[in-house]
Structure formats: structure tokens, C-alpha cells
């Protein structure tokens, strides 16, 4: 079995050498996306393994299917960039990693949380200019305080969880409750309800049709001013240009993400150096109070372990026609 990579990089080659002992597929790595003018590179591969940013869509895929790709292998938990159906109808199975270290995110979510309160990166650079002083730098207590959380599925869940260790009020909005997490403290409540009573928001659903831009001028204007709301999810959950809006009047007073609607022209690359063109990132960097990383929430050793493991076996129980254990690890 033959595997092509599109965006690795060498963490990837690291993990995926690793396991890919136990199995001995022939694996190239890529460093490029996949997309339109890149499928043509491959040859007589019967897999792809691919990333967030990959574009997977319909003509991709059908260019895919002549080459004779039987396996997209999703090496993360999201997979809004695969056209399912055109997988589908071309007979390609997609599998992908749904569970690989939910607390990963989660706990990244808690320092971007805690990195904006208190400022602690403001600290550690005034510190080593021996500038000692304190001004600027006060945070808020988050025990006592109402957090929100939208989608509580495993990476929700697990912040919950977190968030009701520090003593906060926890409010959350799931199509589905979990009687678990409710059992634990969790109160469930409409949207609408977690949007306006919650001093720190936090997006955990999946991007789809109905969360596209879940955060928009008009949800936004029913927050609490001085609201923190910070985003691990999918970048096109948040309208970009709504909150730079409401960054500027104020009334989302912390925002921090780790995902952003434009990311694919700029995240994973070291673009130091380069002329950015994208005034948007441009403007959100400016503000003091937004912390943007660049989709590192996933990013441990844990959850890299795991991925590979994961992803190989997906591929191999593919190949050999046996279904994976885990029924959501395949999508087609
Ligand atoms: P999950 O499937 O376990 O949970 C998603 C939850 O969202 C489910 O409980 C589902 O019922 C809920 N949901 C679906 N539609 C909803 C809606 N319209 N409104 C409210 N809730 C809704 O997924 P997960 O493993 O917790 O991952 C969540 C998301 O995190 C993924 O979709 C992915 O986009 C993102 N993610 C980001 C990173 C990162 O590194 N930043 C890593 C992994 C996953």
C-alpha cells in the first residue's frame, strides 16, 4: 500500500515513521496542500493521508478516483473540507481521527483563557526588560464567573469539565445534552440564553451549514460588553469582520483564537519576513487584547501519537476490508 501526505510536516514524518513500523506502507510526505493544481501528484498511491487545510472537494475527488485513490485518510477530527458526497459517489472510503486527545484542546483553550486574563506573555517580556511594574497587567478571578460553551461533545465536554474545577458556573448550548456532563453541573439552556448570560464564551461545535458564522453582529450584540470568547473550533464560525466590530466598541473585550476563517494561506508556515496581504489577520494581530494561535490547540505529543496510530490503523482496516472498531472514525 502506497500513501501520499499532503501538508506534513516533519512532526508528521516524526509520528507517522514511528508506527508506520508495525505496518511497512509506503509513505512520500508532502509538504504542499492538496488541492486542484496539486492532485495531479499522484501517481499509483491508494491512499491520501490529509490535514485541515487541505481542499478535498468534489473535482479534487473525482481526479482522485481516476488515479485509483480508494482511501482519504483525515488525519484530524474535523472534516468540513472533504466533500462526502463526491466521495461517496466516486466509491472512496474516508476515515478520519474523532477522538485523539480531546483534553489537548481542551487544556489549550484554558491557556488562551488564562493567557488573556492575565496577561502573562505582557509579564514575561516586561520582566525581561527588568520593567517590574504591574500596570495594565490586572486579570479577573474565573471562579464564581458564567462560562458558555457551545457544542460539548468530547473537546466541550472535557473543558467543561475543566471550567467546573475552577469554580465557574457553567452554561452550555448542544443540540444533543449530555446527562453526564448535566449530572456534573453543566446547566443546559437555548443559544440565545448561553449567549447572553456568559462572561467567557467558548466554541466547541463542528463547522457546518447551521454554524457557519454562529457568531455574527447580531448574536454578538446580545453578549454581555466585556465578554472573553475564544475559538479552538473552526474558524468560519466567527463572521471576522462582526467582531473586529465588536472588538473596537468594546463589547467582546478578550478574544482569543487558535483557528481563523482565512487560515489555510497562512497557518503552519513561517512567513516571517514575508509581506502578509491579508489586512484582515492584520488588523486582529493589532488589537492588545486578541490572542490568536495558529491552530496549535491539537498540538501534543499525545494527540501526535495518537493520530499516527490511529490513522495507520484506520488505513490498513480499509485496505484489508474490515470495518474500524470506532464506527465514527469512517465517514464513506
Ligand atoms: P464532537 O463531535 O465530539 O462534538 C461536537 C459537538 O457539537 C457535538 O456534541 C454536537 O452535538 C455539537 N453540535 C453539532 N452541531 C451543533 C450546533 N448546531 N449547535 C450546537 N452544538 C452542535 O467533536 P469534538 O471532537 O469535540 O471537536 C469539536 C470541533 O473541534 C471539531 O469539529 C473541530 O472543528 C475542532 N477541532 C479543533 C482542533 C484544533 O487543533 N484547534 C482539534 C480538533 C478538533
Redesign the pocket.
Known amino acids: 500500500m502506497k500513501i501520499l501526505f499532503f501538508s506534513a510536516k516533519p512532526y508528521d514524518k516524526q509520528f507517522f515513521d514511528l508506527y508506520n513500523e508495525d505496518y511497512g506502507f509506503e509513505i512520500e510526505y508532502l509538504e504542499t496542500h492538496l488541492g486542484p493544481h496539486i492532485v495531479n501528484t499522484v501517481q499509483d498511491q491508494q491512499a491520501v493521508c490529509v490535514f485541515?487545510n487541505d481542499k478535498v472537494n468534489a473535482e479534487v475527488i473525482s481526479i482522485l478516483a481516476k488515479k485509483g485513490v480508494k482511501i482519504i485518510a483525515l488525519r484530524?477530527?474535523?472534516?468540513?473540507n472533504v466533500d462526502l458526497d463526491a466521495a461517496r459517489a466516486h466509491g472512496i472510503r474516508v476515515c478520519r481521527v474523532?477522538?485523539?486527545s480531546?483534553q489537548?484542546?481542551a487544556e489549550?483553550t484554558v491557556a488562551m483563557l488564562l493567557t488573556l486574563n492575565r496577561k502573562t506573555h505582557k509579564a514575561y517580556n516586561r520582566v525581561r526588560e527588568q520593567d517590574f511594574s504591574l500596570n495594565g497587567l490586572m486579570g479577573f478571578n474565573l471562579y464564581g464567573k458564567t462560562v458558555g460553551v457551545?457544542?460539548?461533545?468530547?473537546?466541550?465536554?472535557?473543558f467543561c469539565r475543566i471550567m467546573l474545577g475552577f469554580g465557574c458556573k457553567v452554561k452550555a448550548?448542544?443540540?444533543?445534552p449530555?446527562k453526564e456532563l448535566e449530572s456534573s453541573g453543566v446547566v443546559y439552556t437555548a443559544?440565545e440564553d448561553v449567549l447572553v448570560s456568559s462572561d467567557i464564551i467558548s466554541l466547541?461545535?463542528?463547522?457546518?451549514e447551521?454554524?457557519h458564522y454562529?457568531i455574527n453582529e447580531k448574536t454578538i450584540a446580545t453578549m454581555r460588553t466585556g465578554v472573553a470568547l475564544i475559538n479552538?473550533?473552526?474558524g468560519g464560525l466567527i463572521n471576522t469582520a462582526d467582531i473586529i466590530e465588536a472588538l473596537k466598541s468594546k463589547r467582546v473585550a478578550y478574544l482569543g483564537i487558535?483557528?481563523y476563517e482565512q487560515e489555510e494561506k497562512l497557518f503552519f508556515r513561517d512567513l516571517s519576513g514575508s509581506i502578509i496581504d491579508d489586512d484582515v489577520i492584520q488588523r486582529l494581530i493589532s488589537f492588545p487584547n486578541v490572542l490568536i494561535t495558529a491552530?496549535?490547540?491539537?498540538?501534543t505529543q499525545e494527540?501526535l501519537s495518537e493520530i499516527a496510530q490511529i490513522t495507520l490503523k484506520s488505513i490498513n482496516d480499509l485496505a484489508c476490508g474490515q470495518k474500524p472498531e470506532n464506527n465514527?472514525i469512517v465517514l464513506v
Open positions: 485541515v484530524c477530527a474535523g472534516f468540513n474523532p477522538e485523539y480531546p489537548a484542546v489549550h457551545i457544542g460539548t461533545g468530547k473537546i466541550g465536554g472535557a448550548y448542544d443540540l444533543y449530555n443559544l466547541h461545535c463542528p463547522l457546518n447551521d454554524t454562529i479552538t473550533s473552526r487558535d483557528v491552530h496549535q490547540a491539537f498540538f494527540a465514527s
